[in-house]
């Protein structure tokens, strides 16, 4: 159910005039809640930034989910991480 | 005994049948209208992360604790606790190091290195495991959004677990 709040987080807080990117371990859930900007990581759960102690990789995904702000495709952007 | 992953995979089959909240439509939209080396960033979580002299959450509430916790900036990022334990994930990643749900160290090294202007002097964190969000959509979650938007942040990352 994380997933689902984060979504309704995502939602209220863009509603306030902040840009929102958000990460996500079940798309499933995510395209039903739409929130503006996410990036979908291939992880299990407890692991959205794929691996602990591995800061070069939790780095190239924030990098990735961070890349959104600048995507000009219609929203909701539901983006597969390429890390 | 069912492997971590096999758990995974009854978590993901189960919640497909799960009546989660949907939407229909466009989303809200806020497009960021600066660089992001100007932007003050905050991070949300749904790890259920709280400071030690801070209430744990209440696993007690029907439908789950839609209250949130608010995490000071200059935090030392080892001392904060877990609060949400679930048969669906492992933790043994998160206790070895909190960035994977919480990646706080992460983005001072970006402040560090320009990448992003200023972190915000606090962060949220909520509770996963909420069945019942009404009180999480009408309060809480606008709640958080409102103290954000005064302290001027331009960039919300938000995590789940």
Redesign the interface.
């Known amino acids: 159910m994380c997933n689902q709040s984060v979504g309704l987080i995502q939602r209220a807080v863009e509603e306030t005039g902040i840009s929102t990117i958000s990460i996500t371990l079940d798309e499933n859930i995510t395209q039903r809640v739409k929130p503006p900007r996410v990036l979908s990581v291939p992880y299990r759960f407890g692991y959205p930034l794929g691996e602990p102690n591995n800061p070069e990789l939790q780095h190239a995904i924030i990098a990735e989910a961070l890349s959104l702000l600048e995507d000009k495709t219609p929203l909701p952007i539901l983006k597969k991480s390429s890390v | 005994m069912v492997s ?2 096999k758990l ?1 995979d009854l ?2 089959f189960f ?2 049948a ?1 009546p ?13 209208h600066k660089e ?1 080396n100007r932007c003050r960033v905050a991070l ?1 979580t ?2 259920g992360l709280h400071l030690q002299k801070q209430p744990p959450y209440n696993d007690r509430i029907i439908g ?1 604790d839609c209250s949130y916790r608010e995490i000071p900036n200059t935090i030392e990022t080892q001392v904060l606790a877990l609060g ?1 334990r ?1 048969k ?4 043994s ?2 206790e ?2 909190i ?3 919480f ?1 706080l ?3 001072r ?2 402040e560090n290195g320009g990448k992003i202007g200023s972190l915000n002097d606090r962060h949220f964190s ?6 019942k ?1 009404k009180p ?2 009408k309060k809480t ?2 709640e ?3 103290m ?2 005064a302290d001027g ?9």
Do not use: C, W
């Open positions: 971590i992953f995974d978590y993901r919640m497909r799960y989660v909240k949907s939407y229909s439509g466009t989303p809200p939209n806020a497009p960021l992001l949300i749904t790890a789950g949400h679930s669906a994930f492992d933790a990643g998160t070895s190091d960035n994977l749900v990646p160290d992460r983005f090294e970006l909520f509770m996963g495991s909420i069945t969000p999480l959509i979650a606008p958080v959004g409102q954000l938007k942040v331009d960039v919300a990352f938000l995590t789940p677990v």
